[in-house]
């Protein structure tokens, strides 16, 4: 199948996670980047004659869109949006570009009532591990140690609801590091030190009320064989198994948690392990474009 992929891809995130998905899986891609050359859309698919136009939550892709769908009627579109809000009303400036699309891809599974109303072939998608990137690091150097080595490492940006949680960690005996927009942003295999060399990786995933939706972060952290420590919502446990990571509620749920785990380093261990196999085998984002393509398999 050929398949013309509408996503950022100077990132090195999203987009070529996706690419190397589709490609893994035998399908011929193209891709733009939908972010930086969204005008581009229509003349590379005029080229390209895909089966199958893939997008991201780019507005201005609305009205090349409508001309792909106007000039390839046999293509199929969709969209996958794998950022969160509370509500749908986030996202107005996306309604053209969802209605336009055949199927419409979504993170937050609380949603999917209200997305329906707007497009009926909305699905749940959770985001995956780019497991060509993220996993066990190649190599661990004494510099390695000397800036990652911790018990509880964090890496994001301090937004609603972490403040307390982070303050609560601060006051205990410790040796905690954060990164992310308290200092130097970690990706790629620096993430996979960050994550090795912390004895716990915390996540506090925002919008917890949207449910089956955590931070791709949490991927990155098993998929490199961190022991994970994020806070709780419904439904977290449908998206990874419970023998996989743990969870907190309250601040003080966290400290206490915290303390059991640096003192159970063998049963971290195991879950860690659990965590790292389980990600592998069930959820990168090989997994996640085989769960897009089984929902649209009617029509495709």
Same mark, same amino acid.
């Given at each position: ?6 996503? %950022?891809? =100077?990132d ?12 893994n ?12 050359y ?6 590379s698919?005029?080229d390209?004659? %895909?089966?199958?136009?893939?997008? #991201? ?15 390839f009627k ?22 053209? &570009?969802?209605?336009? #699309? ?26 995956? &591990?780019?497991?060509? *990137? ?6 661990i ?7 990652y080595?911790c018990?509880?490492s964090?890496?994001?940006? #301090?937004?609603?609801?972490?403040? %307390?949680?982070?303050?609560? *960690? ?25 994550? =090795? ?14 449910e ?24 977290? !446990? ?9 969870? !907190? ?22 879950i =860690?392990?659990?965590? !790292?196999?389980?990600?592998?085998e ?19």
């Amino acid at each position: 199948m050929k398949v013309l992929l509408l996503f %950022p891809m =100077a990132d090195g995130q999203t987009g070529p996670a996706i690419k190397h998905a589709f490609e893994n899986l035998g399908h011929t891609v193209k891709s733009v980047d939908a972010k930086i050359y969204p005008g581009a859309s229509y003349l590379s698919a005029h080229d390209f004659k %895909p089966d199958l136009v893939f997008c #991201s939550r780019t507005a201005t892709l609305a009205p090349q869109i409508l001309k792909i769908r106007a000039e390839f009627k046999h293509a199929m579109v969709c969209t996958w949006l794998v950022d969160t809000r509370t509500t749908t009303d986030h996202w107005k400036h996306l309604f053209p &570009l969802i209605t336009a #699309s055949n199927y419409f891809f979504i993170v937050a599974s609380r949603l999917i009532p209200e997305w329906k109303k707007i497009n009926p072939n909305t699905f749940w998608l959770p985001q995956g &591990l780019q497991d060509e *990137i993220y996993g066990r690091p190649k190599i661990i150097t004494d510099e390695d140690r000397q800036k990652y080595l911790c018990d509880v490492s964090f890496a994001g940006s #301090s937004r609603d609801p972490r403040g %307390p949680f982070l303050d609560n *960690i601060e006051q205990m005996n410790i040796h905690f590091k954060k990164w992310g927009n308290f200092g130097q942003k970690i990706y790629n295999e620096e993430h996979n030190k960050m994550v =090795a060399l912390s004895k716990i990786n915390l996540a506090c995933s925002g919008w917890p009320e949207n449910e089956k939706t955590t931070s791709v972060r949490n991927y990155k952290i098993m998929g490199a064989g961190g022991f994970l420590l994020e806070l709780y919502r419904k439904g977290i !446990y449908e998206i990874f198994p419970e023998d996989t990571l743990d969870c !907190y509620k309250t601040p003080e749920d966290l400290a206490e948690k915290i303390r059991y785990w640096l003192n159970h380093e063998e049963e971290r261990k195991e879950i =860690a392990a659990s965590g !790292y196999k389980w990600i592998h085998e069930n959820a990168t984002y090989t997994h996640r474009i085989e769960m897009a393509l089984d929902y649209m398999k009617a029509d495709l």
